[in-house]
C-alpha cells in the first residue's frame, strides 16, 4: 500500500535529521581527538555509526514501501566547545530534539492510519528511551570526575570499550 505524500516528505525529513546527528557526531569526535581524548573520540564514532544506521533504516523502508528517497543538504558540524561536558549536554539537547521529532511523526503515522510506518517508528521510540539514558549517564559520569587527570583518563579509556553497532544498515 503506498505511503501517504505527508508522510514520504516527514520520513525524508527524518533521514536527513539522522544523517545530521551523524554528521554532528563525527565533528564531535574529531574534537575529542583534538583534544587528547581518544576513548571519547572512539565513543562519538560509534555514535556516527548509531546514526547513520538509523537513518539508513529509514532510507531502506521507504524503498520497501516502494517510495522515493530524497536527500537533502546537512550543515557543518560546529567544533568550537570548552568541555567534555559541554559537549555531552549539547548531545542531549539533540536528543531532545531529535526524540521530538520521532514522536511527531509518529503522531503522523497515527493519523494517517500507516500501519507500517507506525510498527518503524516504534523502534525508534524505544531507542530514544536509550540513547536519553545513556546520555545522562555520561554527563553525571563526567560531572562526577570533573578535572581530576587520573579519573578522565580512566573514563575516557572506558569509553574507547563501546562496542560498534552489529549489523550495518538493517539493524
Ligand atoms: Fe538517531 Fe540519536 O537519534
Redesign the pocket.
Known amino acids: 500500500m503506498p505511503m501517504k505524500p505527508k508522510l514520504v516528505d516527514a520520513f525524508n525529513i527524518q533521514i536527513q535529521?539522522?544523517f545530521q546527528?551523524?554528521y554532528t557526531?563525527l565533528g564531535m569526535a574529531a574534537w575529542f581527538a583534538e583534544q587528547n581524548l581518544p576513548g571519547f573520540a572512539q565513543w562519538m564514532r560509534v555514535?556516527w555509526q548509531?546514526?547513520t544506521m538509523?537513518?539508513m533504516k529509514l532510507y531502506d523502508f521507504l524503498h520497501n514501501r516502494g517510495e522515493s528517497v530524497s536527500l537533502r543538504p546537512l550543515a557543518a558540524p560546529v567544533k568550537k566547545y570548552t568541555s567534555a561536558v559541554q559537549v555531552f549536554e549539547q548531545?542531549r539537547k539533540?536528543?531532545l530534539a531529535?526524540?521530538a521529532s520521532?514522536n511527531a511523526l509518529y503522531e503522523l503515522a497515527l493519523k494517517e492510519k500507516d500501519l507500517p510506518a507506525q510498527i518503524v517508528l516504534q523502534w525508534?521510540i524505544n531507542?530514544?528511551v536509550e540513547?536519553e539514558a545513556l546520555v545522562v549517564e555520561i554527563i553525571e559520569r563526567l560531572k562526577l570526575v570533573g578535572s581530576d587527570g587520573p579519573s578522565v583518563y580512566l573514563l575516557d579509556r572506558q569509553m574507547a570499550t563501546r562496542p560498534a553497532p552489529v549489523s550495518g544498515a538493517q539493524a
Open positions: 535529521a539522522e546527528s551523524a557526531y555514535q548509531e546514526e538509523h537513518a548531545v539533540h536528543e531529535i526524540t520521532i525508534f531507542e530514544q540513547e
